[in-house]
């Protein structure tokens, strides 16, 4: 019943959206280095330059990185919204999403890359084998996602859906170096 449970709890968490409070100081990253990670990209191979890329692999441009999974509803219907936002910020933000599915009860590798397909996103995407990554990046339901700057410092973490309005606006905050 609990195995039942959780993927319900996680996709009613991802339901509702909220900027995570940062203490002071971890607003601009100065603070906080997040984890490193490798991620395998199922797509975005061109855009990244390898099958596989580490967080430190992409320091010097602002990063938005968007955790979900291939069975999670939440996640599904951001994703066009990500597209739209990846189309115009190219160039000044790299955006990746990764899938935690295999973690969280919410899909397989499989399910994740039919859902690229149906939707026909094309931004960076790829998994993580690090389980590790939920805990230290604090992902507590999908999706999530955090916004890190050029330094590889955590600047916002966001629970649950954005819009393309919303994403926009933490990511400018984020390029103007701005608190919001």
Request: proline letters at 4%; hydrophobic letters at 40%.
């Amino acid at each position: 019943m609990l195995i039942l449970a959780l993927p319900v709890a996680l996709s009613l968490a991802g339901c509702q959206g909220n900027l995570t409070d940062l203490a002071p100081g971890e607003a601009t990253g100065s603070a906080e280095t997040l984890a490193d990670f490798t991620i395998t990209l199922y797509q975005g191979r061109e855009e990244l330059g390898a099958d596989e890329v580490s967080l430190s692999d992409l320091r010097g441009q602002p990063l938005v990185i968007n955790y979900w999974a291939g069975l999670c509803p939440p996640c599904r219907a951001e994703m066009p919204e990500f597209q739209e936002f990846r189309d115009e910020y190219e160039g000044r933000v790299t955006l990746v999403g990764v899938d935690l599915g295999q973690f969280l009860g919410l899909g397989s590798r499989e399910d994740a890359q039919k859902l690229l397909d149906e939707l026909g996103v094309s931004y960076a995407a790829g998994f993580t084998d690090d389980g590790g990554v939920v805990e230290s990046h604090r992902v507590l339901g999908l999706p999530t996602t955090i916004f890190v700057d050029a330094d590889g410092g955590l600047h916002r973490k966001w629970d649950g859906v954005l819009n393309k309005a919303k994403l926009s606006e933490l990511a400018d905050e984020m390029l103007d170096g701005t608190e919001g």
